[in-house]
């Protein structure tokens, strides 16, 4: 059986890949951080973790199909998500897993570190 498209896998209204990618790509959400860090807790209890959600981040900006389809607002939502998965941005714009280190110092270099990456 061979593998669903990523643009088969973003019509798929039941999966988490189609949540996480509307949830980026939404032109407003009410209370951003608050429902950004209810789906983090939602996926990772789930069993998704910084490294699958930064490939998944990964395969979405670097599928030619879909960066035609989408908008310059909406790539650029991607990147955005893209960088705060990384931590190359503000320390609070950092979005923080369950179980991530809780003093700052320790989760800035752990996220800005490869360590996860592995």
Request: hydrophobic content about 35%; some cysteine.
């Amino acid at each position: 059986m061979d593998n669903p498209s990523l643009k088969q896998i973003l019509k798929g209204p039941n999966s988490d890949e189609y949540t996480i990618f509307k949830f980026i790509t939404a032109k407003y959400i009410p209370d951003y951080r608050v429902r950004e860090k209810e789906l983090i807790n939602s996926l990772a209890s789930k069993g998704w973790t910084r490294k699958l959600l930064y490939d998944f981040i990964i395969q979405m900006l670097g599928d030619k199909v879909l960066y035609q389809e989408l908008s310059e607002d909406e790539y650029n939502a991607l990147d955005n998500f893209y960088t705060a998965i990384i931590g190359y941005c503000h320390p609070d714009c950092i979005i923080k897993f369950p179980g991530d280190p809780q003093e700052e110092e320790e989760f800035l270099s752990y996220v800005r570190s490869d360590s996860w990456k592995v």
